[in-house]
């Protein structure tokens, strides 16, 4: 069974950066197309990000490109968004999750597998 473990939300500044990371068990990464959501209140989660199983891959929401960075360590079985220049619109539960093989979607039914979310605040 592949689980899930998100980390590295907190409270950040607008203009400030925060790393998450979607650490993975029970596959090997490198098995594994793994994307980002996030999920505002009173709003539907969206995609985020995604990269393919290979790495060579990888999908952005248009009001994250240029700011966040999604990449992958296999070593560490773990998978990386770099946010910068973060707005308070950025506000949001992030999860991330993952499916075997397959291509990279913004569409949240194609996942399997799902982490618990790690909340992103951004406020001054």
């Known amino acids: 069974q592949l689980q899930l473990v998100e980390s590295g939300g907190g409270l950040v500044q607008p203009g400030g950066s925060l790393r998450l990371s979607c650490v993975t068990s029970?596959?090997?990464?490198?098995?594994?197309?793994v994307g980002w959501f996030r999920q505002a209140p009173g709003k539907e989660r969206e995609g985020v990000s995604c990269?393919?199983?290979?790495?060579?891959?990888?999908t952005y929401l248009d009001s994250a490109k240029g700011r966040f960075t999604i990449s992958r360590d296999n070593a560490k079985n773990t998978v990386y968004l770099q946010m910068n220049s973060l707005k308070p619109e950025d506000t949001a539960v992030y999860y991330c999750?993952?499916?075997?093989?397959?291509?990279?979607?913004?569409?949240?039914?194609?996942?399997?597998?799902w982490g618990q979310g790690t909340q992103v605040t951004v406020s001054s």
């Open positions: 029970g596959f090997t990464l490198d098995q594994l197309t």
């Open positions: 999750a993952a499916r075997r093989w397959g291509y990279c979607s913004a569409y949240e039914g194609t996942y399997n597998y």
């Open positions: 990269i393919s199983f290979r790495g060579d891959f990888t």
